[in-house]
């Protein structure tokens, strides 16, 4: 199955499948975020599972190089998956995953239902004020 645009939360959204390929540094994330641009996405949702093992290991540099791209291009960015096996076992990932969730422009969620909850909770917000 391939990647898909879809409206989570009045937002659209590419939901990339969980079997594409895995997002090892910037030419992925480039390819992505042309993907993205085409299908009309302002946030893009990958599953952890497409994320390398250098992603979840921030020594590399390669989650703030993706991260970076998706930040110059405004797009949303959202890891969709439990990262807790990740995060357990590193104090400067899980705070990094702490203070992404606080922003908003990249946030690790356990699925699509509740990056969807989000994105809408975050419309409503945006739309009080004006």
């Not at 093992?53 to 791209?69: C, P, Y």
Request: hydrophobic share 45%; aromatic share 8%; proline share 3%.
């Amino acid at each position: 199955m391939a990647d898909s645009l879809r409206h989570l939360g009045g937002v659209p959204v590419l939901v990339c499948e969980p079997e594409g390929p895995v997002l090892r540094g910037e030419r992925e994330a480039l390819d992505l975020i042309g993907e993205a641009f085409g299908a009309g996405a302002e946030w893009v949702a990958v599953p952890a599972s497409r994320l390398g093992e250098e992603f979840f290991q921030l020594r590399t540099r390669v989650a703030g190089d993706i991260i970076q791209k998706f930040v110059n291009y405004r797009l949303g960015l959202a890891v969709l998956g439990d990262v807790s096996r990740h995060t357990a076992g590193s104090s400067a990932l899980r705070d990094f995953v702490y203070e992404s969730n606080r922003g908003a422009q990249t946030w690790f969620v356990l699925d699509a239902e509740s990056l969807a909850d989000r994105l809408a909770r975050t419309a409503s917000a945006d739309g009080a004020g004006g």
